[in-house]
């Protein structure tokens, strides 16, 4: 009976174990600044508002493509997905760029996203299998068509 006892305790914590290893917790990165290529009055519309987790606010360009923004993080991370709010009027053909740097900010291209979109979409951008690993000190949005002035809502970035 002791056997039998001792060896169900092993066997749940073997699967603890391997449950825990096996799923890898989702985390939002922390910002720690953006830059932009431009912005339409800076103090309403900055590019601090594409991470305040506040859907009332945006970054505007206050121009016509093509337009940057660049997140600075905390800490170098992989980044799994973005998720990009959109602020665009009138809806339309849009083209965007996702580009990766380390410390040494040698931005490399790691995809794009070419889709109508329209005020209130939530883009996604999922990291190819190839960049996975690839740990992110900074992220380049590019958007190089859209029928409107850039802007986003919100950026959200998540590593897993």
């Given amino acids: 009976m002791y056997h039998k006892f001792n060896l169900k305790i092993s066997v749940c914590i073997f699967l603890c174990v391997f449950i825990l290893s096996c799923s890898k917790k989702t985390v939002t990165l922390k910002v720690a600044q953006a830059k932009a290529s ?40 992989e980044i799994s997905l973005i998720k990009l709010y959109v602020a665009q009027t009138p809806a339309g053909e849009a083209e965007h760029r996702i580009y990766f740097a380390g410390d040494d900010k040698k931005f490399f291209e790691v995809g794009k996203i070419n889709q109508l979109s329209k005020e209130g979409d939530i883009l996604s951008f999922k990291s190819p299998e190839e960049y996975k690993t690839t740990e992110v000190k900074y992220l380049k949005i590019q958007t190089l068509k859209s029928p409107s002035w850039v802007a986003w809502k919100e950026i959200k970035v998540f590593s897993q």
Avoid: I
Wanted: glycine letters at 10%; hydrophobic letters at 30%.
């Fill in 38 to 77: 431009n912005t339409y009055r800076e103090s309403e519309f900055g590019p601090g508002n594409l991470y305040d987790n506040n859907f009332g606010t945006l970054w505007n360009s206050g121009d016509y493509a093509p337009q940057w923004v660049v997140f600075e993080f905390f800490e170098k991370k």
